[in-house]
Structures are given as C-alpha cells and as structure tokens.
C-alpha cells in the first residue's frame, strides 16, 4: 500500500459522504511576522545615524574653519626687492615671514604632467617649531583648481628646510599660489 493512501476503513477526505478536512486540522500555517515594524525602526535608527554624522561633520568643519589666519595672501616668490634702510632693520613680519619661498615647480616632461609645490622655511624664532598652512592655486580669473595642506615639524632655532608635494595641476600657465593660513606652533 502506498505511503499517500490512509489506511483501509480509514475516512477518505474528499471521498463521497465525507466533507472537507476539518479547518482546525489542515488550516494553511500562519504567514510570516510583518516587518513593517522592523522596516520603520531601522529607517529611524539609520536616519538617526545619519543625522549624527551630518551634525558631526558641520561641527568638525567649524572649528577647522575657525581656526588661524583666514585672509588670503599671494605666496612669496624667489623673487627680492630693494628694501630701505629702514625696512631692514626692523622685525620680521611675524611668523608668516618664516615662509620664505612657496611656488610651482614644473617636472613635467614627454607630454607627463608633474608639477609640484616646492617651499623654503627658515625658524626666525627661539624655540624648535612646527609649521602648518593651508594654500591654493589659482587660475587668471580667480578659479581655485586645486589646494592643500602642508606641515613641517620640528624645525629648529635658526634652521631652514625644504620641502616639496606633488600636486593635481596639469599646467602652470598663468596659475597663482594664495598661502590661505598660516600657524607657526613651538614643538616639544
């Protein structure tokens, strides 16, 4: 006898003179828990996390914002110029006067663009400092094309550095260096 088939004398669903299973018995199981509830707690936990993250990123931009010089000043040349009696004695401009060279340096060669920003720093201060500023290049018309940060650490009393970072620029045709900030910290 087939495994399918009840055993003899046994009721037959469907059969004549017996109706339909009982409802109890060979009712359909019930469907899966909703997950509405589920889908709107993780939209607000996601949206709330979101919400975090924006708030967090506003307020780091702020302070980064907020700190150190804010005006924006051509950055200084190889290039000198006479200077009166008077102006060489005296002090120096400060600590932005320990920047003593920032410009372009254009490598590129074989149709490669590879330019980059090449400075001179000398401490004109008593104590070993780090220093750190903000720039940007500039197009004729104003256009920012690109900027950047840089940092040198731990210069001493009377040292001059040289360093240099390779840049995005693809030409430096009529392109202008703007020194953005400028912060000169003591280093210990």
Known sequence: MPASEPPAGGPRWGSPGNGPPPSRQWASPAGPPQKKQRGRACLWGCGGALAAV????????????GDGDESTTPA??????????????????????????????DRSEAGISNIWV????????SEQSNYSWDWEA???????LTNGSQLETDVQPGQTVRGEYPTTLTSVKSVKLNITSFNRTASY
């Open 54 to 65: 924006i708030i967090i990123v506003v307020v780091v931009l702020v302070i980064a914002l």
């Open 76 to 105: 200084p040349t190889k290039t000198t110029t006479d200077t009166t009696p008077r102006e060489k004695t005296q002090e120096p401009r400060g600590e932005r006067a320990d920047l003593i060279s920032f410009q372009l340096d």
């Open 118 to 125: 090449v400075w001179t720093i000398k401490n004109s201060s």
């Open 138 to 144: 500039v197009d004729a018309s104003g256009t920012r």
